[in-house]
């Protein structure tokens, strides 16, 4: 029988965790050195905590992965953590409310069933939260923090493309719809059906205005936002507000010459963002995507504002370069010519001596070939052993008598 | 002779539809000899297609049977079909048509006590909802698009109308209309679909199998309204007297089971001198009444009690050992314990194949299973935790798991390799060439309650008195 894989799951192999670590590295490194905190949450968490803020859209809800515990008979469901960010706000709020501003990053996996299991149902994403931080500039922090990493990983062609989810939810609200009709236009575009915002505009064609140039129109500066608001004399007191942090928030990136393009349509799934958001694109591939979320703490019953980003390990995968990853260690092999006791022995002692002096050492017996390695040093005979130590990269041989000669040969050469 | 894969196989509704789908057919000139109500038999052949295979089944089983491949075409309510779609979207089945015909809907209710008249008066509640369900999945679904903030749903097997409202304070049910959930004491709040007759079809026989002849028929189905299982018209409801008990916290809340155990411990309840109206005269209402004030007694499924039981909806519980160690290894840390043996209804659980197979004991099953005979075996089973243990207890792998609703003999040996039952006598099972090859254990009714203490003293001096008159019974 074959031991098939899990449909929708994937194996890394040794060439991908190579990759993945790489962009753990850049995103880890960039994170301490913006003063940020490492954190991870259980890969369990109750169902209660994703339905409890009602900020995930049902048609998000119905691809979670949830099941009884074996102590489930009270009908409590635990889950395959589906989002990065809710654990964090809820280990956020039971560990470190106390503090004013929190700065945290996770490299996580989450779940979501995919349909068709041709896409990855688990998927890896490195994720940073800025918890307290109400001011517009932690805002901006982000987004360069997450363009930072990004150029750090040496991507090109890179789109930031901004919204504003406040903005768009002042803007449903003013159709002046029922309720219930509210509800299903913000459902429909939470799960990136923007014809339902185009549909329901023709009821009020005053909106026309400034909604078709806003929806359509893709600008590159704070002026574009400038001329909207210009158009919208009479819009409601929230989307003026709404309007406002957005035109703060993109003339403060003008002046530090971050590039982006505002476009309000782009971004789906902001389902507890409120303020600005965002989405990274390269070659037309979103790897990435965050944005201000200040009722979800509330929501949960904690009190902190906030805002973050995740970059998705997955598709940056693809986009890297595969085989530029490997370490710059100088990598030995020790081989053995036969496994006798006192050859075995030498090899394990040689091996460990050279590992304290930070070397990659591999021991090997067989006569496989290796590849990428800098130095070969066969053991052979007996009382003494003999060393036999090849430079593969300069081609070049020496036979040499002790474990201290050994030392010196490598130390002079490398 | 065509080889047997180019046979059509057609799965069939017992109950609620059975009638009325036996008249369609019958009209569409599709008739199975033998498919009435009074059939004793499960495999039928088409009187006019003799290539045309059916076989009856519970409805809540056909959706999954199609799904998996064993049926090419079925007919079942929408209700399961969209049970099981709800929460495998994937699953390999089609929806063909709506046969027009069907008996009420899908609703979601509460009970008439709580004073909550719609699903926005009881989101304003702001409490925990409490589902109850034989439709687990739809409830949940339910739940989640009315983005109802904390929510637990407790599947379970029938009688979802009388746990409202003190075990629960939803109930998602299958009603003929608003008339009788008004007669069962429950207020309408939403309707969630109707419940149609539907065809179906597995999606890959229908992209790969030549089913035209039998689809064409279909194509004639007569607007027929009045084909209704049963003539039914509102009016004629009876009205089942709803207790306005309540469960009081003094009180000792007592499941009895309905079904084939309501006879045997009906019995045993006169036997040891309780007189319990609606219940032990023969008669069943839900909420029978009995002259002790601190009684108040419920009669539900008694596969569903220990779960009942483990979340404090009841005190004390009749049921069987089997459904309680099913509940036990699904939830190993449960509270539910056997208080009382109480000897009646014995019948024993066992594993049992088709008679022509060469086996004669669990490890020959399992050489058999070792060497690729089956890929997976497939095991039917109404006791799914018990089954899947004692597969993982016996070695045996692969195995696939198909849970059924009932006559599960009959899945054997074409649609189920292995039966994981209960048997009294064990003449059913010969009845269908089935032999046992392994007694898993015998099982009889039992008492059971929550191992956490009651809530005061004086309940446990209750509990503590009717444990000692069941006791009597016994000697």
């Known amino acids: 029988m074959e031991n098939q894989r899990c449909k929708g799951m994937r194996d890394f192999l040794c060439r991908d965790m190579a990759c993945f670590r790489h962009i753990e590295d850049a995103f880890r490194t960039c994170c301490i050195r913006w003063g940020y905190q490492e954190v991870r949450t259980p890969t369990l968490e109750y169902l209660h905590l994703f339905t409890a803020t009602g900020t995930l859209t049902p048609s998000k809800l119905n691809k979670i992965y949830s099941f009884l515990d074996w102590d489930g008979w009270s009908g409590e469901r635990v889950v395959l953590r589906p989002d990065g960010t809710i654990p964090v706000a809820r280990l956020y709020i039971n560990n470190l409310s106390e503090r004013e501003i929190a700065k945290l990053f996770y490299v996580t996996n989450i779940f979501a069933f995919e349909e068709t299991g041709r896409e990855n149902r688990e998927r890896w994403q490195c994720g940073v939260e800025f918890l307290g931080g109400a001011q517009l500039t932690a805002d901006v922090e982000i987004i360069s923090m997450v363009k930072e990493i990004v150029c750090k990983l040496g991507l090109d062609n890179i789109r930031l493309q901004l919204s504003h989810a406040g903005l768009m939810k002042a803007l449903i609200r003013e159709l002046g719809l029922s309720s219930i009709e509210e509800a299903k236009v913000t459902d429909r575009i939470l799960d990136g059906d923007w014809q339902a915002l185009l549909e329901a505009k023709t009821a009020k064609p005053e909106l026309n205005r400034f909604l078709s140039p806003l929806l359509n129109l893709k600008g590159k500066s704070s002026d574009f936002l400038q001329n909207i608001r210009a158009l919208c004399p009479g819009a409601s007191a929230d989307f003026k507000s709404s309007m406002e942090d957005f035109i703060n928030i993109t003339t403060l990136l003008d002046r530090l010459s971050c590039g982006y393009e505002i476009d309000i349509m782009a971004i789906r799934g902001f389902e507890y963002y409120t303020g600005v958001c965002f989405q990274l694109l390269v070659d037309g591939k979103k790897i990435g995507g965050g944005g201000r979320y200040d009722n979800l703490i509330p929501l949960m019953g904690g009190n902190a504002p906030a805002c973050g980003f995740a970059l998705y390990v997955d598709p940056v995968m693809e986009l890297l370069p595969l085989g530029n990853k490997k370490g710059d260690e100088a990598r030995v092999l020790i081989k053995g010519e036969e496994a006798t006791p006192e050859i075995a022995k030498t090899c394990f002692k040689l091996a460990q001596s050279l590992r304290e002096r930070k070397y990659v050492v591999e021991i090997d017996f067989s006569e496989q070939t290796h590849d990428g390695l800098h130095w070969i040093i066969l053991i052979s005979g007996s009382e003494p052993c003999r060393f036999d130590v090849t430079d593969c990269k300069r081609q070049q041989h020496w036979n040499v008598a002790s474990e201290t000669e050994v030392f010196n040969m490598l130390a002079e050469q490398n | ?475």
């Open chain 2, 1 to 475: 002779m065509k080889p047997q894969s180019e046979y059509i196989k057609f799965a069939l509704p017992k109950g609620r539809f059975l009638s009325s789908t036996a008249n369609l057919l019958n009209e569409i000139t599709l008739n199975f000899g033998g498919y009435n109500s009074k059939t004793r038999q499960y495999r039928l052949q088409s009187t006019n297609f003799p290539y045309l295979l059916a076989k009856i089944f519970q409805e809540k089983d056909i959706p999954i049977q199609v799904a998996i491949g064993n049926y090419d075409l079925g007919i079942c309510g929408v209700d399961w079909v969209e049970e099981l779609l709800t929460r495998y979207p994937t699953s390999a089945l089609i929806k063909i048509s709506n046969l027009n015909y069907g008996e009420g809907h899908i609703y979601a209710a509460t009970s008439c006590q709580t004073g909550v008249s719609s699903i926005d008066g009881l989101l304003a509640k702001r409490t925990s909802w409490r589902i109850i369900s034989e439709y687990p999945n739809l409830a949940q679904s339910f739940a989640l698009s009315l983005r109802v903030k904390d929510f637990n749903i407790f599947p379970v097997w029938g009688a979802a109308e009388v746990y409202p409202p003190e075990d629960a304070n939803l109930a998602i049910l299958w009603a003929k209309g608003k008339k009788e959930l008004e007669a069962k004491g429950l207020k309408l709040l939403a309707k969630l679909l109707p419940a149609n007759a539907s065809l179906i079809a597995n999606r890959e026989s229908l992209e790969n199998k030549d089913l035209s002849k039998i689809l064409s028929c279909f194509n004639n189905v007569p607007m027929n309204k009045n084909r209704a299982a049963v003539s039914y018209s509102e009016d004629t409801v009876k009205s089942e007297v709803v207790e306005k008990f309540r469960w009081q916290p003094e009180k000792i809340r007592l499941a009895l089971p309905d079904g084939h155990q309501q006879l045997p411990a009906a019995e045993f309840l006169k036997r040891v001198g309780f007189d319990i109206q609606g219940y032990t005269d023969g008669a069943l209402n839900r909420r029978p009444s009995v002259n002790l004030d601190w009684l108040g007694i419920k009669v539900i499924r008694p596969q569903d009690m220990p779960l009942q039981i483990a979340n404090g909806n009841f005190d004390l519980a009749i049921t069987g050992n089997d459904w309680l160690l099913e509940h036990l290894n699904r939830f190993p840390s449960s509270p539910a314990i056997k208080l009382l043996d109480l000897l009646f209804g014995k019948v024993k659980i066992v594993a049992a194949v088709n008679k022509n197979m060469s086996v004669a004991n669990i490890d020959d099953l399992r050489l058999l299973v070792r060497g690729g005979k089956f890929v997976p075996l497939r095991v039917a089973s109404e006791y799914i935790n018990v089954a899947d243990k004692y597969l993982r207890d016996n070695y045996i792998n692969p195995y696939k798991l198909i849970p059924t609703w009932g006559a599960s003999e009959a899945f054997l040996p074409e649609d189920a390799d292995l039966l994981i039952d209960n048997v009294q006598t064990g003449r059913t099972l010969a009845q269908h060439k089935l032999k046992i090859i392994d007694v898993l254990f015998e099982s009889t009714a039992c008492l059971i309650g929550n191992k956490n203490a009651l809530s005061s003293p004086d309940k446990e001096a209750k509990a503590e008195f009717f444990i000692q008159t069941l006791k009597k019974g016994l000697l």
